[in-house]
């Protein structure tokens, strides 16, 4: 019954980088709730960006890696553990419902207009007047419309860097995802732009489950609703963002959230 | 104190060798403007070797130049794809990257004896094809190595970004990672064409030369450089004068192609 309300399960899951013996991740295991937003938070190098591309597997770029135990996906389709996925369509077809955005804006060196048709037109989408519809829409609900429309046919390399990021969410809600992954969205951002991602974000959770990496505590807690605290591969506390930031029950935890070290 | 003096010293020597080198060079193209242009007439672009022109001789220089690119330019590229975006650094790819760095400074007079072993020799004599392959085999690791390099510089990001799009791994290189790319691999084809438009050594017992406009390949064919080779060391007054036009001709075909390609780098900033 408890899985009516989860998007994802990660379940004693391992995972170990090419040519490495140690496991980076081991025995994860994590629910993600459905149209929530959940924090992965933890210091450099504890696995919590290794956990995030294992859920859409763009590890699977780079030979070698090895997945061990579950990440249930329980999306538009039946519930399905991604792991298990091997052909090449399968996995265009995962991404396509777990999408994500990078700590550095990635637009595509095209116009703001194709850098979102592209993901639809990759997907399928021909008829012109359905992908115009659908760009218009992605990008009003990423909130970059009235700064763009008039230019959706110039470069995408022409925008701040604020602006980028948000054309990159837009790509991604245009597929309409089950699930969207943020590593570090904001990082690599000035206040002002963080401030506009933060509030996307947050009124992206009615369409989508999200899934957010990041290295600030505040946000952390002024963006999720759950969060997991993740210390070198092992997850050390997962609860609810107040719960984690109030009164945590692991003293490692509240170390890490109070300053004491990381 | 002594610091000042030896800041100025090195400034001195500094300049000084700039102004040598770059001395040099300007004494080299106001020399080959003056004997060029003063050689020049526009007989000598309507007209063959064979006639005191070189219009057979640009025609089959060109035509050399641009076969071997149809060649060196697919093959180099798809080298340099599979390197960067295909082979995940593997011992084959870092062997084949290594061996085509080590092809691009072979000195060109060994690709020409080379193909004269392999593609002259064999067949009786001088002929085109064998002057196109060994551009070709000048020009194939230039490609690679720039192929290479430019890619290397499209940040992983966006190719992960494509690929969490739901492309397929040759849709996100063809469609986004050459296209980023793009101006720089032009450039550097534009600058590999410069080089080997230019190159004599490869050509010499290879294609050979031609007094006659011809476009059969298959039989010695017309060169501009070699044509100036040949011309300098004659001992009348019009050969030489001619090696000087020739000269200068190729020196301006050489420049054009490099400021294009400046251009374009300049461009994409």
């Given at each position: 019954m408890k899985n009516k309300n989860l998007i994802m399960k990660v379940k004693d899951f391992n995972f170990t980088y090419a040519g490495v013996q140690e496991p980076s991740l081991k025995q994860i295991n994590l629910p993600i709730e459905k149209n929530k937003i959940t924090a992965l938070i933890g210091p450099s190098g504890c696995g919590k960006s290794t956990l995030l591309r294992a859920m859409n597997r763009i590890h699977d770029l780079y030979p070698g890696n090895q997945y061990q135990g579950e990440i249930n996906l329980y999306g538009k389709s039946e519930k399905s553990n991604i792991l298990e996925l091997t052909k090449e369509n399968d996995l265009i077809e995962l991404r396509q419902q777990v999408g994500m955005i990078f700590q550095k804006p990635t637009p595509f060196p095209m116009s703001i207009f194709d850098n979102v048709a592209y993901g639809l037109k990759l997907a399928g989408l021909k008829d012109k007047d359905e992908l115009e519809a659908k760009v218009h829409k992605a990008l009003q609900d990423a909130a970059i419309w009235k700064e763009t429309k008039d230019r959706l046919h110039s470069s995408a390399l022409g925008l701040s860097g604020g602006q980028q990021q948000r054309l990159c969410i837009a790509r991604a809600v245009a597929l309409k995802p089950d699930v969207l992954l943020f590593d570090e969205p904001t990082s690599a951002l000035d206040p002002i732009s963080t401030g506009a991602i933060e509030e996307l974000i947050s009124t992206l959770k009615e369409e989508v489950s999200v899934v957010i990496v990041t290295h600030n505590m505040q946000q952390a807690s002024r963006l999720s609703d759950y969060t997991a605290f993740m210390y070198l591969g092992d997850l050390i506390e997962y609860d609810k963002t107040e719960t984690i930031f109030m009164n945590p029950a692991q003293k490692l935890t509240e170390d890490y959230i109070t300053g004491r070290f990381g | 104190m002594n610091r000042l003096i030896l800041n100025k010293i090195v400034l001195l020597l500094s300049t000084l060798s700039a102004v040598i080198g770059i001395g040099f060079l300007f004494w080299i193209l106001i020399t080959l403007s003056y004997k060029g242009i003063s050689s020049l007439s526009l007989s000598t672009f309507t007209n063959d070797l064979v006639e005191g022109g070189i219009r057979n001789l640009l025609v089959g220089q060109f035509t050399m130049a641009l076969l071997a690119s149809f060649i060196a330019i697919p093959i180099g590229m798809f080298a340099g794809i599979w390197l960067r975006e295909y082979s995940n650094n593997s011992r084959l790819a870092n062997?084949?990257?290594?061996?085509?760095?080590?092809?691009?400074?072979?000195?060109?007079?060994?690709?020409?004896?080379?193909?004269?072993?392999?593609?002259?020799?064999?067949?009786?004599?001088?002929?085109?094809?064998?002057?196109?392959?060994?551009?070709?085999?000048?020009?194939?690791?230039?490609?690679?190595?720039?192929?290479?390099?430019?890619?290397?510089?499209?940040?992983?990001?966006?190719?992960?970004?494509?690929?969490?799009?739901?492309?397929?791994?040759?849709?996100?290189?063809?469609?986004?990672?050459?296209?980023?790319?793009?101006?720089?691999?032009?450039?550097?084809?534009?600058?590999?064409?410069?080089?080997?438009?230019?190159?004599?050594?490869?050509?010499?017992?290879?294609?050979?030369?031609?007094?006659?406009?011809?476009?059969?390949?298959?039989?010695?064919?017309?060169?501009?450089?070699?044509?100036?080779?040949?011309?300098?060391?004659?001992?009348?007054?019009?050969?030489?004068?001619?090696?000087?036009?020739?000269?200068?001709?190729?020196?301006?075909?050489?420049?054009?192609?490099?400021?294009?390609?400046?251009?374009?780098?300049?461009?994409?900033?």
């Open positions: - | 062997v084949i990257r290594n061996l085509s760095d080590i092809m691009m400074s072979a000195p060109s007079i060994v690709i020409g004896v080379f193909v004269y072993a392999l593609f002259v020799a064999p067949f009786g004599g001088y002929n085109g094809f064998a002057g196109v392959i060994a551009l070709t085999i000048m020009m194939i690791p230039i490609i690679i190595n720039t192929t290479d390099n430019m890619l290397s510089l499209v940040p992983k990001e966006l190719r992960e970004a494509g690929i969490a799009l739901g492309g397929s791994k040759h849709k996100i290189i063809v469609q986004i990672v050459i296209k980023a790319a793009k101006v720089g691999i032009t450039t550097g084809i534009l600058l590999s064409f410069a080089r080997i438009i230019g190159e004599t050594a490869p050509l010499l017992f290879t294609s050979a030369n031609s007094q006659f406009f011809t476009m059969d390949l298959t039989e010695q064919f017309p060169s501009l450089t070699v044509s100036i080779y040949n011309l300098a060391t004659y001992p009348d007054e019009a050969s030489r004068n001619l090696a000087w036009a020739a000269s200068f001709v190729l020196t301006i075909i050489v420049l054009i192609i490099n400021l294009m390609g400046r251009y374009m780098t300049r461009n994409k900033k």
